[in-house]
């Protein structure tokens, strides 16, 4: 996930079941078809979502280089964008993304394609992505679970049901709090 639209629907959890099929994951799957959401205009680099030092420091362990990522300035948008997403972490958000400072965010190829987007999903292992990939596209938002709404996702065409969606990216609850609260401690905007 690069960038996280501007609308977040407030869900319920509802424990529905779904057919297990030995198929491809989701993510593979929507790569097929749509530019997925490791794509974005490159208009829209200013709204990256911030790559931590833990996290950069765990990827370069895995790939030996520091090609991946980029440094980028810590614009209006930026700021406000990440404020509207982390509301509750608003004051060490402006402490640690001054107007006149930078930070990292995950490399782009020409075509607005992040660095590790392959023509079959994302060449890194899940564990290995950065927290914000493995939680989009849910969000946690005033401590509860919600998701980003993305008319280009392909588990959003099958359902807009939260409790499908877990299933569908094979998560649960507890793992994207979990992430959550990693990336917000790899950040160090914790309250
Ligand atoms: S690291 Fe992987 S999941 Fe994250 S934006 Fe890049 S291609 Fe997508």
């Keep these: 996930m690069l960038q996280a639209d501007i609308f977040i629907k407030k869900v319920k959890f509802e424990s529905l079941q779904l057919n297990h099929k030995m198929e491809k994951y989701i993510c593979a799957q929507c790569s097929e078809i749509y530019p997925t959401c490791c794509q974005i205009k490159q208009e829209c680099t200013e709204y990256c979502f911030p790559l931590s030092e833990p996290e950069i420091e765990k990827i370069r362990k895995k790939i030996g280089t520091d090609d991946f990522y980029a440094q980028e300035k810590n614009s209006n948008n930026f700021i406000h964008k ?110």
């Design 82 to 191: 990440l404020i509207s997403l982390l509301p509750e972490y608003k004051q060490k958000i402006v402490q640690l993304f001054p107007p006149n400072g930078t930070h990292y965010r995950l490399r782009l190829k020409d075509n607005g394609k992040c660095y590790f987007l392959t023509d079959s999903g994302c060449d890194l292992a899940r564990d290995d992505r950065p927290f914000y990939c493995q939680i989009y596209p849910f969000w946690i938002y005033n401590q509860k679970i919600t998701y980003f709404e993305d008319k280009y996702c392909l588990a959003q065409k099958k359902t807009k049901k939260i409790g499908h969606l877990l299933k569908l990216f094979s998560v649960t609850i507890d793992s994207i709090e979990d992430n959550f609260n990693s990336m917000i401690t790899a950040l160090g905007i914790t309250k």
